[in-house]
């Protein structure tokens, strides 16, 4: 039990892959030939696998000899250059090559992390915790009347209000005759608020979470003027079921996890290090 | 990505990352980022929101640009649109099925000129519209112009009657709060219109703009919230815009061959024209200020090539050649004199403020028969041909195109010789 706890601990599994790692490179390793040979570039059968597997991989057809001869250019190019660069201690004090050390170790302390998986009842826990994160926004399906600014000017609420008279108590379909002719559509099936808000406006969404479905209601003022509303249905703000959502509740656990885990990571490392700052 | 004057965050990590920062007046590597600017966003009209039908819709150029608000529009062009269509709900359908969507090409001509259906929405969330203007561009003996036409407007404003510029619509900002309201300005704007220029024989392409009423720029807004004044570096209100792709117009092979053109150089050389060596060129126009005219558009300039290095003669104010001595070696000046109404073009005479009312000099030098110099940050070399007693120039950028001519000096304006014409001196 305790042993499957300290497997468990993220440093302790960094610390052997780190090690098995180790050991299989000191098994497989070549001899090394910038260091042995720092003028002998070597370009083995498996290197020239690897180039013409890339060049297709972009979707060209297999390269030709004198194609490959180039990728074989191309790379021994980079080769040169980048011994060269070593040779100069171009490495050192680089902030790019810095950087781009200090973010592969991020990706193998990410990898590790992957190795983990909730149980169900941690999940459904986990769930219970952070049940807001599922919220579904509330839905509308609702038709309107649109009064125009363009045509109405200052009238135009006034207007709007008059003709909710006019519309209260009669059937939905009538009221093609009054108003003005809306750019978009006169009717919105299941639309989330966000939808709305994003099409009217949030002032038009918020007016309309205000509203009774199954009567004409009014005026309500969106980005464009204002406009009669009947709601044929509305579905409030709600949160699915764990059942209905596992694999997305799941999905967030692995990425708050790995967060967690990568955090969690980098304090042990940086635990082993002190910082020595000017005037301490 | 920030896309709106409300939230712009910087760009360029900590040279902008704060109010502060960016406000502060720092200039980071050249940069003062008051200038930025946030982002903008690219529409495409597609039938349904899938992957396969945006892919066609911007396949098919069917696309627009905003400079950061949701702004709707529409272009069609067509030969066959009527100013009725628009009282039709349908009309997007008639604009389908009787011409092309923005990105399009026009069909073989049907009519004098083409009509164009232009609509507009503003961003719910943002100020109402100020106006749609098209944009038309088009080429002549390998010279391109631009004219913007502005064919709807919101409130009752009038098109000054010889420009056809629509006055500004003003502005409801109030800077010192960085607030502004939708009380001018319209919601929706519409139009079919006809080019009143049409030349069918002329390619051409149209596009749509969109201009916001006046809204405060970020950073109005940030000085609001710093308690500081706005800078004066950059202006404290902008119009955000929408932007179309164009509906292009190509003449038919026939219709292409009947269009007036100026003569190419391989016309030239067929009717016997000698280009000028390198002694001809000097002897043509260094220490001279020489008068040119544009074929195309009938403009007139005056072009002063400096003498090279020392041993330019020193002249008196009253000789032609007093100007030019006072440049360094090789260095040249284009003066522009009776500027056309397309003189603020670049691409036809460079910059004409730096250039001619400035009197900034840019170096020029002659070699392999070319005068090479400069325009608008582009090197361009101008040939001379020799026809008869005219002299005819082309420059490297019109396709082939000899578009400019030497002119005897044209008269000016001499308050010491009212008879006019610049009196030879000693005479």
Redesign the interface.
């Given at each position: 039990m305790i042993v499957a706890r300290i497997l468990r601990e993220p440093l302790v599994q960094f610390l052997l892959v780190g090690l098995a790692l180790f050991g299989a490179w000191q098994l497989v390793k070549p001899v090394h030939a910038a260091r042995d040979a720092p003028y002998r570039i070597v370009i083995g059968e498996d290197d020239l696998k690897q180039m013409a597997l890339a060049w297709m991989a972009k979707g060209l057809p297999p390269p030709t000899p004198q194609q490959m001869q180039e990728l074989v250019e191309a790379k021994v190019r980079e080769e040169v250059l980048y011994r060269e660069a070593l040779a100069l201690g171009l490495d050192k004090d680089d902030v790019i090559v810095r950087r781009q050390l200090a973010r592969k170790m991020e990706f193998v302390t990410e990898d590790l992390s992957k190795l983990d998986e909730p149980s169900p009842a941690e999940l459904r826990a986990w769930y219970e915790n952070h049940r807001e994160r599922f919220a579904l926004p509330a839905r509308a399906t609702f038709r309107h009347v649109y009064f125009?600014?363009?045509r109405r000017g200052a009238n135009t609420r006034a207007d709007a209000a008059a003709a909710l008279e006019q519309l209260s108590g009669k059937p939905i379909d009538v009221s093609v005759a009054i108003g003005d002719?809306f750019?978009f559509q006169s009717y919105y099936g299941d639309r989330s608020m966000e939808v709305v808000a994003k099409?009217?406006?949030?002032k038009?969404a918020r007016g309309l979470a205000d509203l009774k479905p199954g009567a004409w209601a009014g005026p309500v003022e969106?980005?464009?003027?204002w406009h009669l509303v009947f709601i044929d249905a509305m579905t409030p703000q709600r949160i699915p079921d764990f059942e209905s959502i596992e694999p997305e509740v799941r999905n967030a656990w692995i990425e708050d996890h790995r967060e967690k885990t990568r955090a969690k990571l980098y304090e042990s490392m940086r635990a082993r290090y002190e910082v020595v700052l000017p005037g301490s | 990505m920030a896309y709106r004057q409300e939230n712009w965050f910087g760009a360029h990590a900590l040279t902008d990352a704060t109010p502060q920062i960016r406000m502060s007046g720092q200039i980071a590597a050249g940069m003062d980022p008051r200038n930025l600017y946030p982002a903008g966003l690219t529409g495409v009209w597609a039938e349904e929101n899938t992957r396969a039908s945006l892919f066609d819709g911007m396949q098919r150029k069917e696309t627009f640009a905003v400079s950061g608000t949701h702004i709707k529009v529409r272009l069609f062009g067509g030969w066959e649109y009527t100013p009725e269509m628009l009282n039709d709900p349908a009309w997007v359908k008639t604009g389908y099925a009787k011409g092309v969507p923005m990105g399009g090409d026009l069909p073989v001509g049907k009519a004098n000129a083409p009509t164009f259906i232009v609509w507009a929405v503003k961003d719910p969330t943002a100020g109402n519209l100020d106006r749609i203007q098209i944009v038309k561009g088009w080429s002549r003996s390998g010279q391109s112009f631009e004219k913007v036409f502005d064919v709807v407007w919101a409130g009752d404003r009038k098109a000054d009657k010889l420009t056809g510029v629509v006055p500004p619509i003003g502005s409801t900002v109030d800077v010192e709060n960085a607030t502004y309201t939708n009380s001018i300005g319209a919601v929706e704007l519409k139009k079919v219109w006809t080019d009143p220029e049409f030349d069918p024989s002329v390619d051409a392409f149209y596009y749509a703009r969109v201009l916001e009423i006046p809204t405060p720029r970020w950073t109005t807004i940030q000085a609001k919230q710093l308690g500081i004044a706005p800078p004066d570096v950059v202006p404290p209100t902008i119009q955000e815009r929408a932007w179309t792709s164009p509906i292009w117009y190509t003449p038919s092979a026939n219709l292409r061959a009947a269009a007036k053109t100026n003569m190419t150089v391989g016309d030239l050389k067929k009717q016997g024209a000698v280009a000028l060596n390198d002694a001809q060129l000097r002897a043509l126009v260094v220490g001279k200020s020489t008068w040119l005219q544009n074929n195309v558009t009938g403009d007139k300039y005056q072009v002063v090539y400096g003498d090279s290095g020392p041993g330019a003669k020193v002249a008196p104010p009253s000789e032609p050649g007093f100007n030019t001595q006072k440049f360094a070696a090789n260095q040249g000046q284009i003066w522009l004199r009776f500027l056309g109404r397309n003189t603020t073009l670049p691409s036809l005479v460079g910059n004409p403020v730096e250039q001619s009312e400035l009197g900034i000099t840019s170096p020029y030098f002659i070699n392999n028969g070319r005068i090479v110099n400069p325009m608008s940050g582009t090197a361009m070399s101008i040939t001379v041909y020799k026809l008869g007693e005219k002299y005819i120039a082309a420059r490297s950028n019109e396709f082939g195109y000899a578009n400019y001519e030497i002119i005897p000096a044209v008269a000016q304006l001499n308050p010491l010789n009212p008879g006019g014409g610049r009196k030879p001196a000693g005479k």
């Open positions: 125009s600014p363009d002719r750019m099409e009217f406006g949030p038009f969106s980005g464009y003027g | -």
